[in-house]
């Protein structure tokens, strides 16, 4: 690879962690080691060919088109979270990969499947997701903290509310959803 392949790869994974908090190569490699898959099952779940995940993994591309493959993305990071604290088993986990490679997408809100607790409420983590998902399609993470820095002299909480939900880890949102809670 010479010095120009390297610092548009470089690139490439700056943008990858402003749009989706980290290197997609990163993300994947969490997404196969938490759920148990190879490459091309990952790639089959989300829809995408086994070539244009190894060129997002590899840097080689930055950014996902489909916003449908971005979704389930999300959903698979929300099951692999599941599986780790025990709440979702390894059978469970297929079947439910079974769903978000069948689903389309769509409206980041409309999709409540298997996100609800026992009283029917979405759940915390959730409704986060939710939030920083639709912050997350309108805007890159650099400029939603770009914003956020011309927000803050006047108005410093909604400020603060485009760090933590568009540019933040979702522990943080959630923390933050919390401690705003009445």
Same mark, same amino acid.
């Not at 120009?4 to 490439?12: L, N, S």
């Not at 999300?74 to 059978?91: F, I, N, P």
């Not at 927000?151 to 485009?162: I, K």
């Given at each position: 690879?010479?010095?120009?392949?390297?610092?548009?790869?470089? *690139?490439?994974? &700056?943008?990858q962690?402003?749009?989706?908090?980290?290197?997609?190569?990163?993300?994947?490699?969490?997404?196969?080691?938490?759920?148990?898959?190879?490459?091309a099952?990952?790639?089959?779940?989300?829809?995408? /060919?086994?070539?244009?995940?190894?060129?997002?993994? /590899?840097?080689?591309?930055?950014?996902?088109g489909?916003?449908?493959?971005?979704?389930?993305?999300? !959903?698979?990071?929300?099951?692999?979270?599941?599986?780790?604290?025990? /709440?979702?088993?390894?059978?469970?986990?297929?079947?439910?990969m079974?769903?978000?490679?069948?689903?389309?997408?769509?409206?980041?809100?409309?999709? +409540?499947?298997?996100? +609800?607790?026992?009283?029917?409420?979405?759940?915390?983590?959730?409704v986060? *997701?939710?939030i920083?998902?639709? !912050?997350?399609?309108?805007?890159?993470?650099?400029?939603?903290?770009?914003?956020?820095?011309?927000?803050?002299?006047?108005?410093? &909480?909604?400020? &603060?509310? !485009?760090?933590v939900?568009?540019?933040?880890?979702?522990s943080?949102?959630?923390?933050?959803?919390?401690?705003?809670?009445?």
């Amino acid at each position: 690879m010479d010095a120009a392949q390297q610092e548009a790869t470089a *690139r490439a994974r &700056e943008l990858q962690r402003n749009w989706y908090g980290e290197p997609l190569g990163a993300l994947f490699r969490k997404l196969i080691d938490d759920l148990g898959l190879n490459q091309a099952r990952l790639a089959g779940v989300l829809g995408l /060919s086994a070539p244009m995940l190894s060129q997002l993994m /590899s840097g080689q591309r930055a950014k996902i088109g489909n916003p449908a493959v971005v979704q389930r993305v999300q !959903l698979l990071q929300e099951l692999a979270a599941q599986v780790a604290d025990g /709440s979702v088993s390894a059978a469970e986990a297929t079947e439910r990969m079974d769903e978000i490679k069948r689903s389309q997408g769509g409206s980041v809100l409309s999709n +409540t499947t298997h996100t +609800t607790n026992s009283s029917g409420a979405p759940t915390v983590k959730r409704v986060v *997701r939710e939030i920083q998902s639709l !912050l997350r399609s309108v805007a890159a993470a650099g400029d939603i903290l770009q914003a956020a820095d011309t927000l803050a002299p006047t108005h410093p &909480e909604l400020a &603060e509310f !485009l760090r933590v939900y568009g540019a933040g880890r979702t522990s943080d949102a959630v923390a933050h959803y919390q401690s705003h809670q009445s």
